[in-house]
Nanobody, 122 residues
């Protein structure tokens, strides 16, 4: 089982940038699809980006063009570079390993960490 720890959150002004890190330990990291989720107060957790073992990426429409997910298998780490941040990006951000379902969706299958808080405010 892979264990993931998120870091890099903070308070940033609208238009600013942050880079989140998801550090993995445990089972083989390089053969895992990894996703970044976020959960805003009163809202459901949503998948904002994921990266496959081959490096293929996918983004939610709300972050497309602003967020970039990447992975460094040598460091067992996945990153989420967030640019042009908006107040609506305020949330706790989590990472998790994903499984692809028979219909092509991705679902989380690891345990959830504590996440990292991102607050976008002037």
């Amino acid at each position: 089982q892979v264990h993931l720890v998120e870091s890099g959150g903070g308070l940033v002004q609208p238009g600013g940038s942050l880079r989140l890190s998801c550090a993995a330990s445990g089972s083989i990291f390089s053969n895992k699809v990894i996703g970044w989720y976020r959960q805003a107060p009163g809202k459901q957790r949503e998948l904002v980006a994921h990266i496959t073992t081959g490096g293929t990426t996918n983004y939610a429409d709300s972050v497309k063009g602003r967020f970039t997910i990447s992975r460094d298998n040598a460091k067992n780490t996945v990153y989420l570079q967030m640019n042009n941040l908006k107040p609506e990006d305020t949330a706790v951000y989590y990472c998790n390993a994903l499984l692809r379902t028979v219909i092509g969706d991705y679902v989380p299958f690891g345990s959830w960490g504590q996440g990292t808080q991102v607050t976008v405010s002037s």
